[in-house]
């Protein structure tokens, strides 16, 4: 039986994403991570899969078209920046998000996504949601908070907005050893009602 390694997201609109990708060429020149996001990968995740037997991709993709047709667009902007792990040496530097529309749209995407991908028979992951836009792994020495703040205003200052509307969910497979790693797979339109 063959496994995809799956995950669902958010993609970045191609105008951030230019945007960010300059932002980090600047930072990679001050900050000493090893492995920096390619601008074709960079994502919001919804829901971490796995590796996900391939029969289940049918039930994987209704659970996330019904939660789309239901779900309004989201319009987002990229915040400061933040890590994962020890502060001296991170192990992930990721960006924030805001939304700039109906607050908590993106933990009530994930919330409702939840229950359908389950009944889909897949295991998700019990950690709390942290909606962010990894940027770099792997950072060492030279990589703490002061540092990271500084590396990003400078680059920062001029990019223009970094606020995007999503419009899709996308179930995105991914390629270990690649670069882009992400394969799309499939979209799916955010066609709910916006709120009032």
Do not use: K
């Not at 796995?50 to 939660?67: F, K, M």
């Not at 502060?87 to 995407?109: F, K, N, S």
């Amino acid at each position: 039986m063959e496994n995809f390694r799956l995950f669902i997201g958010l993609s970045l609109s191609d105008e951030v994403t230019s945007r960010l990708a300059a932002i980090m060429e600047q930072m990679s020149g001050r900050l000493p991570f090893r492995r920096w996001t390619h601008p074709a990968d960079l994502h919001v995740t919804l829901h971490f899969l796995g590796d996900t037997p391939i029969e289940r991709l049918d039930a994987i993709r209704e659970a996330t078209a019904v939660t789309a047709a239901e779900t309004p667009p989201i319009t987002l902007a990229l915040t400061e920046p933040g890590t994962f792990g020890p502060a001296g040496a991170p192990r992930i530097l990721w960006c924030g998000l805001a939304e700039q529309g109906a607050p908590g749209a993106l933990a009530a995407l994930h919330a409702a996504l939840a229950p359908r991908l389950a009944a889909a028979g897949c295991a998700l992951e019990a950690r709390p949601y942290r909606a962010h836009v990894t940027l770099a792994r792997q950072g060492g020495a030279g990589c703490g908070r002061e540092a990271i703040a500084s590396a990003w205003h400078e680059a920062s200052a001029d990019a223009g907005s970094l606020a995007w509307t999503a419009l899709r969910v996308t179930l995105f497979r991914s390629h270990l050893g690649r670069r882009p790693s992400y394969e799309r797979l499939d979209q799916f339109l955010l066609a709910g009602p916006a709120g009032p």
